[in-house]
């Protein structure tokens, strides 16, 4: 069966700290994978995007994620946390058609 | 140019009515997935279209729900009977049609409350 499951639902780290939030997919067929952020009151939008080229994918405001068949993980992750990071963070998978289920979340919490 | 809107952005309704959502999606996506965002169940997959069809209908929670997609543009989610755990934060995303690669396009959701 198809799933993502992201760990976590809560997570803080101090301002300059390192942000890791995990994510981890089940699927039988190689997938299309995405973070996206949701500030505060506002809308989801895309930080990153893995499409099957380079493992590691760059995406906005600092973070980074690393695609991982053998751990069929795609992490998030940014060096040094910053207040404005704060916000709720979601795994995206696409599996064979164009279906594109969420995980539940991981709300980043940061500690001034 | 234009982002996905949807229609009313609140709606307040007591149990037993039905309720119609509406979404435009981005010009030219053919692409639409509905959403639900309830607290600490991220979003729910309910169902996705492309163009007129709509290859998985798998999230819908029961047959209270139905969504319908027309020209290949507007959706309306419509949800008959409501009751209280329907309550939630509905959201429309579109899609270009660039494939499995291609990113949603969100639009800023309808919060229903059922009263």
């Known amino acids: 069966a198809q799933s993502v499951t992201q760990l976590g639902s809560h997570v803080s780290v101090s301002e300059g700290a390192l942000v890791l939030l995990r994510c981890n997919y089940s699927s039988s067929v190689p997938p299309y994978l995405f973070w996206y952020v949701q500030y505060p009151n506002q809308g989801l939008q895309l930080l990153l995007k893995y499409t099957s080229a380079a493992t590691l994918v760059k995406g906005i405001n600092g973070f980074e994620a690393e695609f991982k068949k053998s751990e069929t993980s795609f992490h998030l992750t940014k060096p040094s946390a910053h207040m404005s990071d704060a916000a709720e963070y979601f795994c995206?998978?696409?599996?064979?058609?164009?279906?594109?289920?969420f995980g539940k979340g991981t709300r980043l919490h940061i500690l001034p | 140019g234009a982002g996905v809107s949807q229609s009313p952005s609140n709606k307040v309704t007591e149990k037993g009515k039905d309720v119609e959502l509406r979404c435009d999606p981005i010009?030219?996506?053919?692409?639409l997935y509905w959403y639900r965002q309830s607290l600490g169940q991220g979003l729910e997959f309910l169902i996705y279209f492309q163009g007129n069809s709509a290859p998985d209908k798998s999230g819908l929670p029961s047959d209270r729900f139905s969504a319908e997609r027309t020209g290949g543009s507007v959706s309306t989610l419509t949800i008959q009977r409501t009751q209280q755990e329907d309550s939630a934060v509905y959201l429309c995303?579109?899609?270009?049609?660039?494939?499995?690669?291609?990113?949603?396009?969100f639009g800023p959701g309808t919060r229903l409350t059922v009263t």
């Open positions: 995206a998978v696409s599996f064979r058609d164009d279906k594109i289920i």
């Open positions: 010009s030219g996506h053919t692409a």
């Open positions: 995303a579109s899609r270009p049609t660039s494939g499995r690669t291609g990113e949603q396009y």
